[in-house]
């Protein structure tokens, strides 16, 4: 109330704020991800890199994939891979197979029918992914009508760097997102999968928002003794910018997110039933009821079951078929980390906070894994002496199954921000108080507004310690923050219209080695 205004005799009320302003806690897990979807267009509109938020898997299936047509139709297939079956003249060393007869069949993909992000955001959300914002930056592109080359790194021709950058660069006016997932990464060459993480840890440290979750190219089927390469070549392609703002996850998972419905002889040889009846019914091992419903497939009669239908008949009459798919399915099953590691974290945040580590819990929907690494393989990954690159190994325990065994970023030579909470908990304090302390520009620069910024902040602070984000016995151990002329700034500073605050906090780490010691001791008589 401005009491020069008061003119007319009586009683007036002003009232008075109780409670200054306060630090809104920014959200944490929020990823973005970037890839290839079904479909990018919603009621007339695209949605090609423009990020867009969900909050749930249904979210996305309505933006992002086909309509199912009305039953009794099948389900529209919203992801699509094609596989063949090369036969072999001796047993392959590399990629899966199976033994059909007395022959060797390799299961090997057409690589540009192959993407990861559909099914890396079904992994988040089974892993309790919430929020989450897509950047759709295509949908996919034509088959090659071939198998790729048996032994090669997956590259998708489809899938552009020009695209995921672009995709990318979109974020840059979205504060919200703290995790930048590129699943498809893996699917360009060595080098232009390199220039696309570098350019995500730049992005990363010039908004100081979010981190990069990166998978390894080599992680879906690695060498038992020559995947050490795979991880070199990673660790020579992600540059020496913004390592604390990024963090690896090795090898690919195996998953159960498609289930055998998803899958059927549409998703072999192109679709050309043809090849498969040597397979199924040849003349060594004839099978006429496979052969009856082959033909039926290839000449529909006037009232054809549907391939959902047909694809069942085929599991039942004959047991080939039934490995062959069950195969494939193993190989449209193995995923990059990524969406997985961000379900996980999303859960750890709700349930802890960012300071939580997450590691040494299990991945939902993950059933087996391309290697098995020992104590010492995941040595060489966790520490590296050259480059100090640290990679989070996945791993298997007897008794204990899958679990995530690294909490590490990419600077793991580096005592700040080693390890992925410390990151994260920082974004998180330096977010929130970021974006609280806008309330007071253009305010006095003045002593009043000074306490007020540090009460402010101390508040938000005192929180963090009490729900255990910080350390120490007590507040003055776990924080402080500073704002004052003579103590955070000068006569100069506050004439060229600066207020400066100072933050210290001690933020949790975690016990990532424990050491147990034991010494016998001499019997004693009692």
């Known amino acids: 109330m401005n009491l020069s205004t008061i003119k007319t005799p009586g009683v007036y009320i002003n009232e008075v704020n109780a409670f200054g302003n306060s630090v809104v806690p920014v959200a944490t897990a929020v990823p973005a991800f970037i890839g290839y979807t079904p479909q990018a267009t919603y009621e007339g509109k695209s949605y090609i890199s423009i990020p867009t938020k969900i909050t749930s898997f249904a979210d996305f299936q309505a933006i992002f994939c086909y309509p199912d047509p009305p039953a009794p139709a099948d389900p529209v297939k919203q992801y699509d891979p094609q596989y063949y079956l090369i036969q072999q003249e001796r047993q392959p ?69 020009t695209d995921l950058i672009k995709g990318l660069a979109s974020l840059k006016n979205e504060k919200e997102p703290t995790m930048y997932i590129c699943p498809e990464a893996t699917l360009l060459s060595v080098d232009d999968n390199a220039t696309l993480m570098q350019e995500m840890l730049l992005q990363n440290t010039e908004m100081q928002t979010a981190i990069s979750i990166f998978d390894s190219i080599g992680g879906r089927n690695p060498d038992p003794i020559f995947y050490t390469d795979d991880i070199t070549t990673f660790r020579n392609s992600t540059g020496n910018t913004g390592l604390d703002y990024g963090t690896a996850y090795y090898p690919f998972v195996g998953t159960t997110i498609m289930q055998g419905s998803d899958i059927d002889y549409t998703n072999l040889f192109g679709g050309d039933v043809k090849q498969l009846a040597p397979l199924l019914n040849s003349p060594s091992n004839p099978n006429e009821a496979v052969a009856t419903m082959l033909l039926a497939i290839e000449t529909p009669p006037a009232n054809p079951l549907t391939v959902g239908q047909y694809n069942n008949a085929l599991l039942n009459a004959s047991s080939t078929y039934s490995t062959i798919m069950k195969h494939v399915l193993a190989a449209v099953n193995m995923l990059p980390a990524s969406g997985g590691m961000a379900g996980v974290i999303t859960t750890t945040d709700r349930q802890v906070g960012p300071w939580q580590p997450p590691a040494n819990t299990s991945m939902a929907r993950v059933v087996s894994l391309p290697i098995k690494l020992s104590d010492a393989q995941q040595a060489d990954l966790n520490v590296d002496a050259v480059s100090g690159k640290s990679i989070n190994a996945i791993r298997f325990f007897n008794g204990l199954g899958i679990l995530i065994w690294g909490a590490r970023t990419l600077d793991g030579n580096s005592q700040d921000w080693r390890y992925i909470s410390v990151r994260r908990t920082m974004i998180f304090l330096e977010q ?54 003579g103590s955070t700034m000068t006569g100069e500073d506050i004439r060229n219209g ?11 780490r975690p016990a990532e080695f424990i050491v147990i010691t034991f010494t016998q001791q001499m019997a004693t008589p009692s």
Not at 117 to 130: A, D, Q, T
Not at 469 to 479: H, I, P, V
């Open 93 to 161: 060393e590399k990629g899966d197979y199976l033994l059909i007869g007395s022959d060797y069949y390799s299961i090997v993909p057409d690589a540009n029918t192959v993407y990861y992000l559909y099914n890396s955001i079904r992994l988040f959300y089974e892993n309790g992914g919430g929020d989450a914002y897509i950047v759709s930056v295509g949908t996919y592109g034509a088959p090659s009508g071939s198998a790729m080359k048996l032994g090669d790194q997956i590259i998708n021709t489809n899938v552009q760097l």
């Open 498 to 508: 600066f207020m400066n605050v100072s933050i210290k906090v001690a933020v949790v």
């Open 432 to 485: 929130s108080s970021k974006l609280a302390a806008q309330a007071y520009e253009f305010s006095p620069n003045d002593k009043n507004t000074w306490e007020a910024v540090k009460a402010m902040i101390g508040s938000f602070l005192n929180d963090v310690w009490k729900q255990g984000g910080l350390q120490g016995a007590s507040a003055a151990d776990a924080f402080s923050v500073e704002c004052g002329l």
